[in-house]
């Protein structure tokens, strides 16, 4: 612990910033391995994530086991044939164009659960939006990708898998559901337009009415 204030300068505000710019959701790697011990350093960083009551509901699982990576895969297959078949037209023939995951190259893969079953924290927060446990994992999951991000490593989150299937192969102990599943390596290109605006689905909004007061 240290009282000295870290004064961040106006130089780390400015690369913070493109940072932030910079940071993407990945689905295209290269195969490279990243270096030993790289995923724990990653996890170290996502545990300094704020969380309600300082409940630290966050619990990541380094899925390594071809076996079950296949079944994750498969997983994701079977979900992203279901969500296409919920699209017609020019939708569905947009949709299935697009790369949704980064399985077939990604070196490492990462779920994060949320153990809702956490006892630390002793409730706070959590009578009124119970909800705020799962917000708390979502803040570790950004904290890591921008963690990856500055050390040239890109994350993809999928979302395209049914969490209780996935919870199953990966046998977590029961209280657990999943919030995010990661696929992570070094990206093939850096970009700071998301993919998803570069491929025409949907491009980001500068709608002011976002942002309104009261
Ligand atoms: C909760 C969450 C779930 C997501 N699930 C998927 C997914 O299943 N597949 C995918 O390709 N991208 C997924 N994404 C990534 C978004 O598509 C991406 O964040 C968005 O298009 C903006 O791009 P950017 O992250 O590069 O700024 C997810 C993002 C979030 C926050």
């Known amino acids: 612990?240290?009282?000295?204030?870290?004064?961040?300068?106006?130089?780390f505000a400015a690369e913070f910033d493109r940072l932030l710019t910079w940071r993407r959701d990945v689905r295209r790697f290269r195969p490279d391995p990243l270096p030993p011990g790289a995923i724990a350093e990653l996890v170290?960083?996502?545990?300094?994530?704020?969380?309600?009551?300082?409940?630290?509901?966050?619990?990541?699982?380094?899925?390594?086991?071809?076996?079950r990576r296949q079944e994750v895969r498969a997983e994701f297959e079977r979900c992203n044939k279901a969500a296409l078949a919920g699209y017609d037209g020019e939708r569905a023939k947009a949709y299935?164009?697009?790369?949704?995951?980064?399985?077939?190259?990604?070196?490492?893969?990462?779920?994060?659960?949320?153990?809702?079953?956490?006892?630390?924290?002793?409730?706070?927060?959590?009578?009124?939006?119970?909800?705020?446990?799962?917000?708390?994992?979502?803040?570790?999951?950004h904290t890591l990708w921008l963690a990856a991000r500055v050390r040239g490593i890109g994350v993809g989150w999928v979302s395209i898998v049914e969490p209780d299937e996935v919870a199953r192969i990966l046998d977590v102990p029961l209280p657990w559901s999943l919030v995010a599943y990661l696929c992570v390596g070094y990206p093939e290109r850096a970009d700071d337009v998301p993919e998803l605006?570069?491929?025409?689905?949907?491009?980001?909004?500068?709608?002011?009415?976002?942002?309104?007061?009261?």
């Open 96 to 141: 299935a164009e697009l790369k949704l995951a980064g399985f077939d190259i990604a070196p490492e893969q990462l779920a994060v659960f949320c153990d809702d079953g956490e006892a630390k924290g002793h409730g706070l927060g959590r009578a009124t939006m119970p909800e705020t446990l799962r917000h708390s994992v979502v803040c570790a999951v």
């Open 44 to 67: 170290a960083r996502a545990k300094l994530a704020p969380s309600v009551g300082n409940s630290q509901p966050w619990r990541f699982v380094h899925v390594r086991e071809p076996a």
């Open 1 to 11: 612990m240290s009282d000295i204030d870290p004064d961040f300068d106006t130089a």
């Open 197 to 214: 605006e570069r491929a025409g689905w949907q491009a980001r909004d500068t709608d002011a009415s976002y942002f309104i007061e009261r």
